[in-house]
């Protein structure tokens, strides 16, 4: 199995600025790693996957690194905006490929 | 096009009834996922369903838990003689095995309330 840490304390910025999320795991290396959001009220929707060959991974205002030697994978939203504000999962996939494990989330609140 | 859906989207019931919570997937995804998300708390893996394959149900915590899909399509959850520890949001995932076989799509999920 696999055990995910997530800064369970909310992480509250200022708008603008960029937010870093940490996600670290304490077992195996996973092929890959996930980011989700999710808003209140509704399921998860994802983000960026990063494997494990990659050492970091953009989308637009979202950057992914994945440090396997740390066991960590920290993610970053550069210029951030209120509507940024939400929880922000990482998800490692198990070790029979079927099952993937999920971080209990970080809450970005960022404020005008 | 149409995401995953889900019904109820809420439930409330008393301890020791029966309850079923119902997943739609999207349509052509044959992997479908159900998990668990208490206040505050992760998602818990409960059980995985690919195409014919026998479902992965490793992850449910009790044989009060028990999941089926019909047809490869639409599954069920169902929670018998319910306690209230099993209070938590339901959320039912699909995917598409092969391209972005790794990306799940969620529904918004069945908040069950067990009195």
């Known amino acids: 199995s696999q055990k995910i840490e997530q800064n369970s304390e909310a992480l509250n910025i200022q708008e603008g600025k960029t937010a870093t999320l940490t996600c670290n795991y304490t077992n195996y290396s996973p092929a890959y790693l996930q980011w989700y959001r999710q808003d209140p009220g509704r399921g998860p929707v994802f983000l960026l996957l990063i494997r494990e060959n990659e050492k970091e991974k953009r989308k637009e205002r979202l950057k992914v690194t994945f440090d396997t030697t740390l066991k960590q994978s920290l993610f970053h939203i550069t210029a951030s905006q209120p509507a940024d504000s939400a929880t922000y999962l990482c998800?490692?996939?198990?070790?029979?490929?079927?099952?993937?494990?999920f971080g209990s989330g970080t809450k970005l609140n960022v404020k005008p | 096009g149409a995401g995953v859906s889900q019904s109820p989207s809420n439930k409330v019931t008393e301890k020791g009834k029966d309850v079923e919570l119902r997943c739609d997937p999207i349509s052509g995804h044959t992997a479908l996922y159900w998990y668990r998300q208490s206040l505050g708390q992760g998602l818990e893996f409960l059980i995985y369903?690919?195409?014919?394959?026998?479902?992965?149900k490793s992850g449910l915590p009790s044989d009060r838990f028990s999941a089926e899909r019909t047809g490869g399509s639409v599954s069920t959850l169902t929670i018998q003689r319910t306690q209230q520890e099993d209070s938590a949001v339901y959320l039912c995932a699909s995917s598409l095995v092969g391209e972005g076989f790794e990306t799940q799509y969620f529904g918004p999920g069945t908040r069950l309330l067990v009195l």
């Open positions: 998800a490692l996939e198990g070790d029979n490929f079927n099952k993937f494990y």
């Open positions: 369903f690919q195409g014919n394959s026998a479902p992965d």
